[in-house]
Structures are given as C-alpha cells and as structure tokens.
C-alpha cells in the first residue's frame, strides 16, 4: 500500500553507506567461528578490605554460638544426584514425608549395588554422595511396609452407603484373620537416579580460608543437607533449617491446645577466621499432642465435651495424625461422623458368613464394646474419628484417639498466644549456651555417616573473639546537668528534662481498668512538675458503661468517642487511655486507629499494675516526646 512500483517488480537495492569520517577508525568485528571466539570469564568478587578494627573500649574476650569446622581432606568431589519417585501404577510421588523412607529402604535393599556410598537427601528431588555412584542413571523398585493397618478400625465396603461399614476389610472374620497372619500393608515405589551435576571439596577448603567462590555456597549447601537429614534420621520435626526434638522439657504452653517447641537451626557460615557451623535457639508451634478430647477442650476453650462445637472441630482436626490404642496404629483425620458413636450405623458381614450379602447392621458403638471388647467411657454420645476415604468411611470412637508429637500449628496465633510465646521463649546467656552444648552432645555428628566421608569435623567448643565495653554515653538533662547511667540503667527519678511540654487540653478514658484513676492523675502531676512539664488539671474523667464491656472492641471504642463528644468542648491536646489488659487488650488497636487516623489526637495508653515514681516517670517520658 502506498507504493508506486508494479506488482512483481524487483524491490530496490539500498543505498550505499556514507563515506567514513577522515579523523575515525572504524572497529572490526571478529567473524570467526563461535569455538575461536575468548571466553570471556566473570570477574572474581572479594571482600572489601577493613580499614583496621575499633581501639576504643575495654577489650575483653566472648564466645559465640559458633563451632569451627575442619576438613582434613579437599580431594574429590561431591555428585548430586536427581531423584524421582513413583508409585507402582507409574503415578509420580508428590507427598512429602515418604521421600526419606522410599530412599533409606533404597540403601538399605541395595547398598552393594550403590558401592556402599553414604546419601545426603534433601527429602525431595536432590541426592548427594561423595564419589560417583556406579552410573549415571539408576533405577530399582523397593516395598515400603505400612504399620498403620485398619483390623482396630469401623470401615466402609465402598456400596455407596452413606455409613461406615467394617463389612469388608476391617470385620472381624476370615478375611480379618488373613490379615492377621500380614501385619503390614506394602506399597511398591520406582526410584529414578539420575546424574545431575558435581561440585569440587575444594570448595570447603576456600570457605575454610574465608574465600568464596561460585561453588562455595553449593558445597556448604550440601553440608545443610548432611546436618538436616541427621536431625530427620534422629526423629526430630524439620522447618527449614530448624530442627525440633520430641522432648516434652522443651514444650511451653500457650494456651489454646497450642505449645511452643523450642528447637535449633543450623547452618554453615563462612567467616574471616575461616568455616563455621552457627547454631542458635528457635521455636516453633505445635499441636498439643495427647487425647483428642483434652486438645479440642483447650482449643476452643470450654470445660466440657458437650460444650464442643463439632463443627469447627471438623475444620480444626483435618488432616491432623491420630494413634489408636490399643494397637498404636496412626492415621490421618479426614473428618468427623455425622451421628454420634452411638447411632452412627454400619454394615458389617457376619462371622463366618461365605456370601457378600450376609450381613447385619451394628453401630460403631456396639461393634467396639461387642466385638472387640473395648471398653468406651464417654464416646457414645459424640461423633467418631474419620481417618477413611470419602467413599469408604473408617470409624474410630473419640477417647481412642490420641494427637501425635510434633505436628506443626500453622494457623495465626491469638493475641495471648504471642504474647506467651515472646514471653516463654526468652532465655538468659547461661541457659542458652547450657541448651547448645546439650544439643551438640545429642547429634554426635562425628559418628554421622556422611560427614565421616567428607572428612568433616564439627568443634563442640565455642569459638572465642575479642570484643570491647565501649563507655556508655552522656545524657544532657535540665539545667545543663550531664547524667550518666549507673548499673547499665538511667533513673530520671528527681531529673528535669531539657524541653519539657504543657500539658492543657486533655482527659482521661478508662476502660473497665480496676485503677484508682483520682491518685494517678495526681502522681502524673506531682511528677510532672518535678520534670519541668505543666500539667493542667483534666477536663472530665470518661468511665466506660459497663454495658459495653462485651461489645467488640471498635463498638467499644464508638461508645467511648460518642461519649466524649458529648461532654468535651472542642478537640483535646491529649488523651490519656487507661486499658484493664497489659499487652493483650483488644481495644488498644481499634482506639490507636480512632484517635490518630480519623481524629489527630495523641494518645498514650497505659495499663498500670503497680504505680510508683519510676513507673510515673516513664510514662511522662512517652508523653513529653510526643
């Protein structure tokens, strides 16, 4: 379009370039085949180079939560290996948790055809060993034995009946007794091991200098895994680089069925006085293991089973794991019964009977005290476990069902619950270095396998450096006084700031505190005048109704302003709040958004238990800087 030539014409050849500059030389470009073009290599990254170290101070010497780490032996290279998993049907693996035990029964069914090499296995897609394995690519077939088998439970025949029914698998008739006679059910997986990359051990030996290079953090990545797959090996629950063990003593309440699992994580860090292993404390949240009844009390809060609200103990219970007694098998809950133990029906074959047909309808209740002899206190009245499929229900009464350790509580903490875990998990210098050596002394890492074979060696002493007390700084208080701390602490008790505030138009909100309101505002002045700050007498103390106390916290917070708005002429300079809970009151975010977002005031909230000068004089610190 737009073009004059015929259709067909031959196009015009373009015109010839312009004529070079006299005073420019023109760059020519290599054309030479891309196996002659240079490399080119990347630049090598080191550290900038400290301007000395500090003089100031007293030196002193300090240990630190890291152990060295040596490596008598650089030679070699570790391989990393892809792993994949299937099931016998040809369906790949994607659960988490059977990867570890499908691997360890690799080893073990065919550790002389794998040379006896070691494994480091990240649980998921990648293998490292130290050394080559016989080949490249490696495929075997291994049987996996499940303890959990279903003789203890009530389960479905998958007719299409809404109830559980035992009548099949689980009854206790001939096929029950075949079962017998095979503890374990056994799943059939194929294992793919494929040759991925290989990373030099020389590696260690930079970081162990304090150099890095591009392999560096794969090596040491490789030395993460080690240590993970210990910790596994040792029974302990995994959250990233974190391990914790099954150990009650390391268990702290926080209410609601929830406890805080103090643990440790680990990792290799490279350091200017060469390779390190730095542990420290962690912690993380799990469920309350135990019967099942004593977690769902505490998890909603009630002191009785017939205050439970089943429905939201539905949601909760999901996918939680359950041992049963008396067997100790462990399941997986996938819900709760629609009808109490008492009523909730099932089809079950006779004893003896040869025909599918021949059956009679029992309730789990009966089919647990009848047939199986179990004596059940208190489930009747209240829904079964579920630990079957949709189509194909497995039923088991409520108090035979205990909560396994170490499952992780991954839902949001309540306000209380924060607070708890901040509070419980804090621990002294003394305490914390008393739970490393501990920790150290249980993993034993000399006798592990793997760094055995990378010629790995773990300190269990703490590494000493030099540090320095510097002189704490000078303060500037009234009347040109310089102030010093004493014991690591300033006491502005009987001190007067440098630019003390007034304090005119303001008030005081109480929120159902059991506070003698009168005498704190007479210690807020008293204190005040001794810091320089004036402080005008408040225009009206606001009591909260105490018909709102249960309302939710913003409809308390509405009240409180309607009130005010009421009695206060004009908008006050200050506002001083005083809440009934200390950390955990629900009110104090509702009234911060109110006052500083829709109404400019400045607040400060307290939550007074012991009112003393120093106490006071904090708060006026606060208040004075704001």
């Not at 374990?184 to 304090?210: D, W």
């Not at 440790?264 to 404390?281: K, Y």
């Not at 014991?487 to 009987?494: E, L, P, Q, V, Y």
Request: with cysteine; charged share 25%.
């Amino acid at each position: 379009m737009g073009s004059n030539e015929p259709e067909g014409a031959e196009p015009t050849e373009l015109p010839p370039p312009p004529p070079i500059p006299a005073d420019v030389v023109p760059l020519r470009v290599d054309s030479g085949s891309p196996e002659t073009l240079k490399k080119v290599s990347k630049p090598k990254r080191v550290p900038m180079a400290r301007n000395g170290t500090g003089t100031k101070g007293q030196s002193i010497q300090l240990l630190t939560n890291h152990f060295k780490v040596g490596v008598s032996n650089v030679e070699g290279f570790f391989y990393h290996y892809c792993v994949t998993l299937f099931y016998e049907d040809g369906r790949p693996v994607d659960g988490k948790g059977i990867g570890r035990k499908v691997i360890d029964r690799v080893k073990e069914t065919y550790d002389s055809e794998l040379s006896g090499k070691h494994f480091a296995y990240d649980g998921e897609k990648s293998l490292f060993t130290v050394g080559p394995l016989p080949s490249n690519k490696l495929e075997f077939t291994v049987v996996l034995e499940e303890a959990s088998s279903n003789r203890t439970a009530a389960n479905g025949n998958g007719n299409g009946n809404a109830n559980g029914s035992p009548g099949g698998s689980g009854s206790p008739n001939e096929t029950d007794r075949k079962r017998a006679r095979r503890p374990y059910q056994t799943k059939s997986f194929k294992v793919e091991i494929s040759f991925a990359a290989k990373i030099p051990m020389q590696a260690i030996a930079n970081a162990l200098r304090g150099q890095e290079n591009e392999n560096s953090q794969e090596a040491l990545r490789v030395l993460d895994i080690v240590l993970r797959q210990h910790a596994a090996k040792q029974g302990c629950l995994l959250v990233r680089q974190s391990f914790f063990h099954n150990e009650p003593r390391n268990f702290v309440d926080l209410g609601g069925g929830v406890l805080g699992c103090r643990g440790f994580h680990s990792s290799f860090r490279t350091t200017q006085g060469g390779l390190s292993l730095n542990i420290d404390v962690s912690t993380t949240m799990i469920i309350r293991p135990g019967p099942v009844v004593d977690f769902l009390l505490a998890n909603q809060n009630v002191n009785h089973p017939n205050q439970i609200n089943w429905d939201k103990a539905k949601r909760t219970l999901k996918n939680l794991r359950v041992k049963v007694s008396p067997s100790n098998s462990e399941y997986k809950i996938t819900g709760l019964s629609e009808l109490p133990c008492r009523r909730q029906m099932f089809t079950m074959k006779k004893k003896g009977a040869e025909a599918n047909d021949d059956t009679v309808e029992v309730t789990v209740y009966d089919y647990f005290v009848n047939h199986r002899h179990t004596e059940l206190e208190y489930s009747g009245d209240y829904p079964c476990i579920n630990v079957g499929k949709p189509k194909r229900p497995t039923y088991i009464p409520l108090e035979l069902c205990s909560l396994v350790s170490l499952q992780r509580y991954t839902k949001a903490l309540s306000t209380l619950q924060r607070s708890s875990l901040v509070e419980k998990s804090r621990q002294k210098p003394q305490e914390r270095m008393s739970a490393l050596s501990n920790v150290l002394q249980i993993s034993n890492y000399d006798n592990d396998p793997m760094l055995k074979a990378s010629y790995v060696k773990i300190s269990t002493q703490f590494t000493q450096i030099e540090g320095r007390v510097l002189m704490a700084p000078k303060l500037k208080v009234g009347n040109g006084e310089d102030f010093s701390p004493r014991n690591g602490r300033w006491n502005f008790n009987n001190k007067r700031l440098v630019e003390p505030t007034k304090i005119g138009r303001w008030a005081v909100v109480n929120f159902s505190a059991r506070c003698h309101v009168s005498s704190l505002i007479q210690n807020l002045t008293r204190c005040g005048q001794q810091k320089g700050i004036v402080i005008d007498e408040p225009f009206d103390v606001f009591e909260e109704n105490p018909q709102h106390r249960r309302n939710p916290a913003n409809v308390r917070v509405d009240h409180m302003f309607a009130q005010m708005k009421a009695k206060l002429p004009g908008a006050p300079q200050f506002l001083l709040c005083i809440l009934a809970e200390r950390k955990n009151s629900d009110v104090y975010g509702p009234w911060k958004k109110k006052c500083l977002t829709e109404f400019g005031v400045v607040t400060q909230c307290i939550a007074p238990t012991k009112v003393n000068d120093q106490y006071v004089t904090n708060v006026l610190l606060k208040i004075n800087a704001k």
